[in-house]
């Protein structure tokens, strides 16, 4: 999700959810989490999706399908955040890392979505930055730069080193609301990355036909090339 995007995005959630109430957390039929909040007697659906190809942040229009098998960071939000307050939202580093900050009694916590396309996770922490549950487990290497487990200290992403870009991104609806723009424009994007999914699963087996066809045809094509002039044969066998 561009930063160009995102952060008009935050910006609306920042002043239509604040002090909201979490009602139900859930993961929809196309793995997205969704939080469904209340706040000044409205409902909201907020879509946080890690999806690695698509992932993106926005309010959504309608409270989708569940997960019969629901992710395990679904269950432990369920466990500790429903019936919270959102006590903040915000974009951290200048970047495309968006914070949620909740309260209930006496507990804080953070859930970190850090949208940055193949690396895409979400984080779920406690008030002193402790892992409690994130969506992709990350497996340890030399080469890490950040300890990303469960009962590890969360630890942003390197700062960025350039400033976000201000140039104006094409293709987005000109909507006064910018999460009713980004609903609509990762919905179009998602319905083409469906399209050439099933074009792709289509043309996959078509492919494999004609190349077995190709291959029967050279091979017939080469048998005839072999055979010998079958004339003196047959005037020997009149004979």
Known sequence: MHYDILAPVVEELSS?????????VLEGEDRGLYLLVRND?????????????????????????SASDPHSLVLSLRSRIVGARMTGIALLNQDRVAEFRFARDADEYRLIFELTGSSTNLFFIDADSCILALYYPVSI??????TLLIGA?????????????????????EDPSPNKAAEAHFERLAEKQ??????????APVGKALARA??????????????????PYRIKGDL
């Open 153 to 173: 200290r969360y630890v942003l992403p390197e700062k960025r080193t350039a400033s976000p870009s201000s140039k104006k991104v094409h293709h987005v609806d």
């Open 41 to 65: 007697r409205k409902n909201f659906t907020l879509l946080l999706s890690p999806s690695r190809s698509l992932p993106r942040l926005h309010l959504v229009s309608a409270k989708p399908q």
């Open 214 to 231: 190709e291959r029967l045809r050279e091979a017939l094509s080469n048998d005839l090339d072999a055979v010998q002039d079958p004339e």
């Open 16 to 24: 239509l959810l604040n002090d909201a109430r979490v009602e139900l």
């Open 194 to 203: 469906q399209t050439e999914t099933v074009r792709s699963a289509l043309r």
């Open 141 to 146: 290497s030399e080469k890490a730069q950040r």
